[in-house]
């Protein structure tokens, strides 16, 4: 089984900037892939990026050329940098991590205030 805590969840204005953190444990060599999914208030859960076990990254339109995943291997930790923060982007923000079953923390709730 694989463990994901998520971090890093604040209130900030648009434009901001915040950086969330997910550490994983358990069996961390199975995991093939990290990522991140944000569900806002009334819509469905989506995609904002992963990141496979070799580092090959993939991004919603929504965020792309403002957010960036990037994983530390050393630490069993993924991390979303979110710069030019939008009120759209208010949600609370899921770390997934992909084996032969999927697994997701509990979130963490990011607001944004125009």
């Known amino acids: 089984q694989v463990q994901l805590v998520e971090s890093g969840g604040d209130s900030v204005q648009a434009g901001g900037s915040l950086r969330l953190s997910c550490a994983a444990s358990g069996s961390i060599s199975s995991i093939t892939a990290l990522g991140w999914y944000r569900q806002a208030p009334g819509r469905q859960r989506e995609l904002v990026a992963t990141?496979?076990?070799?580092?090959?990254?993939n991004y919603a339109d929504s965020v792309k050329g403002r957010f960036t995943i990037s994983r530390d291997n050393a630490k069993n930790t993924v991390y979303l940098q979110m710069n030019s923060l939008k009120p759209e982007d208010t949600a609370v923000y899921y770390c997934n991590a992909k084996t032969w079953v999927v697994y997701w923390g509990r979130g963490t709730q990011v607001t944004v205030s125009s």
């Open positions: 990141i496979s076990r070799g580092g090959s990254t």
